[in-house]
Nanobody
Framework: QVQLVESGGGLVQPGGSLRLSCAAS????????MGWFRQAPGKEREFVAG????????YYANFVKGRFTISRDNAKNTVYLQMNSLKAEDTAVYYC????????????????WGQGTQITVSS
């Protein structure tokens, strides 16, 4: 069992930046591919970014390329999402997930989820 807790959400103006953190329990964090997904009201959960077990490979949705960066620190059992140049359409609840398929963009390939953290981009 893996428990994930996201933090770092909040209200930010368009063009601003936030860094999300996802802290994992247990000593098996490095066994999992990690991903960030987001869900806006009335919409399905969608893939944002993923990262391999060692952190050597990263994957991004087209709509965040050049703006967001995913990283992980296995010694700290933590994955991060640096979000720059935020847009109003980035407003959503952001979720951290853990699973076995590092390049997957499908939420059902992730076995564990955090509770989510709200990102609101508005002036």
């Amino acid at each position: 069992q893996v428990q994930l807790v996201e933090s770092g959400g909040g209200l930010v103006q368009p063009g601003g930046s936030l860094r999300l953190s996802c802290a994992a329990s247990g000593r098996t964090f490095s066994n999992y591919c990690m991903g960030w997904f987001r869900q806006a009201p009335g919409k399905e959960r969608e893939f944002v970014a993923g990262i391999s077990r060692s952190g050597g490979s990263t994957y991004y949705a087209n709509f965040v390329k050049g703006r967001f960066t995913i990283s992980r620190d296995n010694a700290k059992n933590t994955v991060y999402l640096q979000m720059n140049s935020l847009k109003a359409e980035d407003t959503a609840v952001y979720y951290c997930g853990a699973g076995p398929y590092c390049s997957s963009t499908k939420s059902y390939h992730y076995d564990y989820w955090g509770q989510g953290t709200q990102i609101t981009v508005s002036s």
